[in-house]
């Protein structure tokens, strides 16, 4: 979620907008100033109390009768959406460039340069408390509402533009606030009346009016591109079908390519071949000298060298200018430059998905990327985040201009921190991995260019921690002078602030002014944000973070930081640079599976990379997510010259990565009480512990786990008899306790338990009618033997250490094993060697038998100790032990599920072919009706279900809220599980709340 922080005027002048263009700040003429103070609205005593209509036609046309925005012009658009926009959001007002500005009465997205919203004046309809400081974000309901509704404003235009940052004003009734948006929150000026005094929103308005679009925040290096150039067409011819296209089914024998086909482009000169190129194949990859240096990245220790002595320059200069020409248009004579080593030909799905993105009422953008600035071509993102604030990730099938190739580009702001790297130097670094016994290939994205945008970053978190600094400084200068004066104390008392002291924003994220204000007359040294947080914290302090924040830990070999202590209540200031990476490799999305063994095919590519990296490169992943998991159709030469297609499964997405010291007691050294990774897909162990630990390879091939049996209970028949519950229980529900979010039981108890169960059923996967898959059923059994070990451990451990801290507690014995990590049970030692071998030498190798100890583990008694204050626990057996230090690794692990794939337990049936069946979980499916009751107590989740709702008008106003969602809300803040709605229900709900908010709208 993002950060709140409210400043005075003269403080958003002098601090928030850049240096370079606060020199086009001009005094209003006075003149001006007393005729908007004589034009006041609400003075008009013998009318009615102004409606927001009325507030919105007076402030439009205040703008246009003095000219305020002259280069500008405002037009209203509060009862019509954009076409083709599926949020159906209607903005109120917002500014255009004169010559864009829209003449139907609907927002332009796309051309947007600032967005008003209007309300009819009062509290209940403000967005943020002046009153407290130290938390800005009010709790009223109306207030909320009309924050997530200028949320989701800001989000659209975030959404259809580039940017860096975005202005937007509120004006509730005769008042009004200046606010600036970017990803890591928002910064709002306090409440001014305009008709008392104007003179701040004339200074605003006309200093908005001079700026140029990448002054106003708009990105440089993305260019809109027009109907009428060549690039367009470009893109339109490069969407059409193509004879040469080639199917992507997995077994697809594909004739060898024919240099004779009139229909591929030969590497010419030509400037618009009539078929693009690429097929990836293994045989061949691409010349070593094609993927370029990527552009230079900045990380935060970079940045600190190469700082002066009294800090780092403030943000880049919003005077950037883009490299690509006006225009946007390309040159018809400019050779084309083949990727070498590639089949040119492209699989038809990758056509196909780039002719989706041209959709109408789409903006079509040329994004530069790399340190060349290599112009690539992009219309509708494939996916996009659904929160304004984080790493706001979108991707992209997007054309390389230059080599007339479709890629996926991938939009982010990645975490700025030190020993954070891009996703495109983990890349790199994995593509290079050689192993001597390994034959099969670490199956990642591969990098094409990558580079940081521009040196763009989010200001709002630098400028928080910047306000917290200074005042937590003044305070503790305030109480070191006091203490000092005292000299009868024989030590000095050691500043510190409490929770209520300190400018917190671990729950509310919200920042309040520094304590000590700037004399008057004084002018406050400029903030330099940038310079404050590097020069005070490395990532020991401030770790990156999923649209939430990370736990901290360095690289090995790395200095510890002396600070090594960080308070629960300490804020943690996340920080985002804007961040571009390409790859050559198109995807399928997972659930494209064909049978429920090539999903543990596909699952065994993705953990054997997983293991290469944390072996090879002590990387670990950290976001192990049904997301992150993609298929790639590549060829591959048979005798004869044919090519045959084989799906691969990729593991994506690394920008989370973080290297592991090798030190043990480093790797421990989390202080961060957040998340790491996706929250439906986190282990038990990590989501239940606080503060939060460093995530280890248990935790991984937990996430691992989750990730299988979210694909397998949607597209594998199964007993289960209501998919949709199965889903929002196991993953999407969680447990509540104060501001903190954990685990909920079911998911803990499949765990714990090491079975699937249902209402006291157990879950089994099936063939057709009631015929069971056995092999299925048996690998997930197999699989949960792991963690139930691991988790019994866990709980043994924490009750042998309460008991040992209790007068009461008895003496307590455990079964310890002396197996290594590389075997399972000593008398399946060797076979367990040899299932690894195996599987990584001989792909065609018979794997052997399973590991013993899994079906030994439930059969060996173990010691039951007891402690007066609780019930008695059983120390885990020798069989226990050693699948909770197998799981410490991957070698078993993986040495379980090829075995199973390879059908090694001879008792079991084939594998079924072909056993997919449509998505089990309902088209109508939402998680946010469930999930109300949750949204009340966790600041995360309520944020995050804000950004994501639909931004109808007026969804709820004190006014216009149907009694159905209020009576859900009411009832859902008494009981966890009071209900439980149908999801069609709840999707109704939210629609006839809708509706219900337009027609009230009028009031």
């Avoid at 004589?38 to 507030?55: H, M, Q, S």
């Avoid at 591109?225 to 199917?247: F, I, P, Q, T, W």
């Avoid at 699948?883 to 379980?896: I, P, S, W």
């Amino acid at each position: 979620m993002g950060y709140t922080v409210l400043v005075r005027p003269e403080e958003f002048e002098n601090h928030v907008l850049p240096d370079e263009t606060r020199s086009l700040l001009r005094d209003p003429d006075p003149s001006v100033v007393k005729q908007i103070r004589r034009e006041c609205l609400f003075r008009r005593r013998e009318k009615p109390k102004p409606t927001e209509n009325d507030v919105g036609e007076f402030f439009v046309g205040l703008i246009d009768r003095h000219s305020l925005c002259p280069k500008h012009k405002a037009t209203l658009s509060r009862f019509k959406p954009a076409k083709n926009d599926r949020t159906k959001a209607k903005v109120d007002a917002a500014l255009y460039v004169k010559e864009e500005a829209p003449k139907d009465s609907r927002p332009d997205w796309v051309r947007c340069r600032l967005f008003i919203e209007f309300k009819r004046g009062g509290t209940s309809l403000d967005s943020f408390d002046d009153t407290d400081t130290n938390n800005p974000d009010p709790k009223a309901e109306t207030r909320e509402d009309v924050r997530a509704q200028l949320t989701a404003y800001a989000h659209n235009v975030f959404l259809y533009q580039h940017r860096a940052w975005l202005y937007s004003l509120l004006v509730n009734g005769e008042e009004f606030r200046v606010m600036r948006w970017d990803r890591s929150g928002v910064i709002a000026t306090k409440k001014m009346n305009y008709f008392e005094d104007a003179k701040f929103l004339i200074r605003f308005l006309s200093y908005f009016d001079a700026l140029t679009a990448v002054g106003q925040g708009t990105d440089p290096t993305a260019t809109l591109v027009g109907k009428d150039s060549r690039l367009y067409e470009l893109m339109d011819r490069y969407a059409e079908d193509n004879d040469s296209d080639m199917d992507h089914a997995d077994g697809t024998v594909v004739p060898p390519l024919s240099t004779d086909n009139p229909k591929l482009p030969a590497p010419s000169s030509q400037s618009v071949p009539q078929a693009p190129a690429q097929g990836p194949t293994t045989a061949s990859p691409p010349s070593d000298n094609e993927p370029t240096p990527s552009r230079p990245h900045l990380t935060r220790s970079r940045a600190v060298d190469a700082s002066e002595a009294e800090g780092i320059p403030p943000p880049p200069s919003p005077l950037l200018r883009s490299d690509l020409p006006p225009t946007c248009d390309i040159d018809p004579h400019e050779p084309v430059e083949p990727i070498g080593g590639e089949d040119p030909r492209v699989f038809r799905y990758i056509r196909k998905k780039f002719r989706d993105s041209l959709a109408n009422g789409w903006p079509r953008y040329a994004l530069l990327v790399g340190e060349d600035r290599r112009v690539f071509l992009v219309g509708k993102p494939v996916f996009y985040s659904t929160t304004m604030f984080g790493r706001a990730t979108r991707g992209y099938i997007a054309l390389d201009v230059k080599s007339r190739r479709f890629m996926f580009l991938k939009d982010s702001w990645r975490p700025f921190y030190v020993g954070v790297e891009p996703e495109g130097v983990y890349l790199e670094q994995l593509i290079g991995i050689k192993a001597e016994k390994v034959k099969r290939e670490v199956r990642v994205p591969r990098p094409f260019r990558h580079g940081d945008v521009e040196e763009q970053r989010s200001f709002t978190a630098a400028y928080a921690e910047w306000l917290a600094n200074r005042a937590e400084d003044s305070t503790n200068a305030t109480a070191g002078h006091s203490s000092s004066q005292d000299d009868n104390d024989e030590q000095p008392v050691s500043p510190s602030l409490s929770a209520k002291e300190r400018p917190s924003t671990l729950v509310s994220h919200a920042v309040r002014e520094p304590s000590s204000p700037t004399p008057e007359g004084t002018d406050p040294a400029p903030p330099l944000p940038y310079r404050s947080i590097l020069g005070k914290r490395s990532r020991d302090d401030f770790d990156s973070a999923r649209d939430e924040a990370e736990e901290s830990g360095e690289r090995p070999g790395s200095r510890q930081s002396e600070d090594s202590t960080i308070e629960a209540e300490q804020p943690s200031y996340r920080l985002y640079m804007h961040y571009r990476i390409a790859v050559l490799d198109v995807c399928l999305p997972f659930n494209q599976f064909t049978s429920s063994k090539q999903l543990a095919t596909l699952m065994s590519h993705c953990l054997t990379t997983h293991r290469h990296a944390f072996e090879q490169l002590s990387l670990l992943h950290r976001d192990v997510s049904a997301g992150n998991v993609l298929i790639l159709p590549k060829l591959h030469k048979l005798k004869g010259g044919a090519l045959k297609v084989s799906w691969h499964g990729i593991l994506t997405d690394w920008e989370l990565a973080k290297v592991v010291p090798d030190d043990p007691l480093c790797e421990q050294s989390a202080r961060q009480p957040e998340r790491t990774g996706t929250w439906q897909f986190m282990s038990v162990a990590y989501s239940r512990t606080l503060p939060r630990p460093p995530v280890t390879v248990a935790d991984e091939l937990e996430s691992f786990f989750h990730v299988m049996l979210f694909y397998a209970i949607r597209y594998l028949p199964s007993t289960a008899p209501d998919v949709g519950q199965f889903i929002y229980r196991y993953f999407d529900d969680h447990v509540t306790a104060g501001d903190t979010r954990t685990c909920n039981d079911f998911k803990a108890n499949t765990m714990e338990s090491g079975t699937i169960t249902w209402n006291g059923k157990l879950v089994e996967f099936l063939i057709t009618g009631q015929e069971r898959n056995k092999s299925l059923n048996y690998l997930l059994t197999a699989l949960l033997q792991f963690f139930k070990a691991r988790y019994e451990v866990i709980r043994w451990h924490q009750w042998n250490d309460r008991a040992a801290r209790l007068p009461s507690a008895a003496p307590a014995t455990q079964v310890t094993s002396n197996t290594s990590q590389q075997s399972v049970g000593s008398d399946d030692a060797q076979t367990t060697q040899t299932v690894v071998e195996d599987e990584y030498e001989d792909d065609e190798g018979d794997p052997g038998g399973l590991p013993a100890s899994i079906e030994e583990e439930s059969r060996q008694p173990g010691a039951v100790t007891t402690m007066d204050s609780e019930p008695q626990v059983a120390a885990p057996s020798k069989a226990t032990n050693d699948l909770f230090e197998a799981v410490k690794n991957h070698r078993t692990f993986l040495a379980v599920l090829v075995a199973a794939i390879k059908g090694s337990n001879l008792e079991l049936k084939p594998w079924p072919v072909a056993d997919t069946v449509p998505d089990r979980c309902p088209p109508t499916y939402d998680s946010r009706p469930l999930t109300i009751a949750h949204t009340e107590a966790a600041m995360t989740s309520r944020e995050t279900w804000e950004d994501a709702r639909r931004p109808m008008k007026k969804i709820k106003t004190e006014v216009s809220e149907p009694s159905e969602l209020r009576t859900m809300r009411s009832g859902a803040r008494n009981t966890r599980h009071a209900t439980e709605p149908d999801f069609a229900v709840g999707r109704d709900v939210i629609s006839r709340a809708s509706r219900k908010g337009k027609e009230h709208s009028q009031s």
